[in-house]
């Protein structure tokens, strides 16, 4: 059985550094990402990392501020958060896609989804 299970998430002042991690079960997966949902609004890419070569993608919001790697032998993606904003305020999903790259962007090209993490980041 699959399984993706979120870690870190949590309350953190504008400025602040956060670090998720998503360790996946199971299977392996081509690309890993990240993303978020905030109340009422459409869930939106973060990043993307591919196992094999570790290649990264960001969403322009995040980058140069959120940093992916990963573990292989864990199976496991980190997302480093610095530098945090209100506006990164959201519920953080995990995501995997069994094929693919570091440039899939969209909810509908990942296959498994974790439960989600809540970062909340206070002004």
């Known amino acids: 059985q699959v399984q993706l299970v979120e870690s870190g998430g949590g309350l953190v002042q504008a400025g602040g550094s956060l670090r998720l991690s998503c360790a996946a079960s199971?299977?392996?997966?081509?690309?890993m990402g990240w993303f978020r949902q905030a109340p009422g609004k459409e869930r939106d890419f973060v990043g993307g990392?591919?196992?094999?070569?570790?290649?990264?993608a960001y969403a322009d919001s995040v980058k140069g501020r959120f940093t992916l790697s990963r573990d292989i032998a864990k199976n496991t993606v980190y997302l480093q958060m610095n530098s945090l904003k209100p506006e990164d305020t959201a519920v953080y999903y995990c995501?995997?896609?069994?094929?693919?790259?570091?440039?899939?962007?969209?909810?509908?090209?990942?296959?498994?989804w974790g439960q989600g993490t809540q970062v909340t980041v206070s002004s």
């Open positions: 995501a995997a896609a069994k094929k693919g790259d570091n440039s899939i962007r969209t909810p509908p090209e990942y296959d498994y």
């Open positions: 199971g299977r392996t997966f081509s690309v």
């Open positions: 990392i591919a196992r094999s070569s570790g290649s990264t």
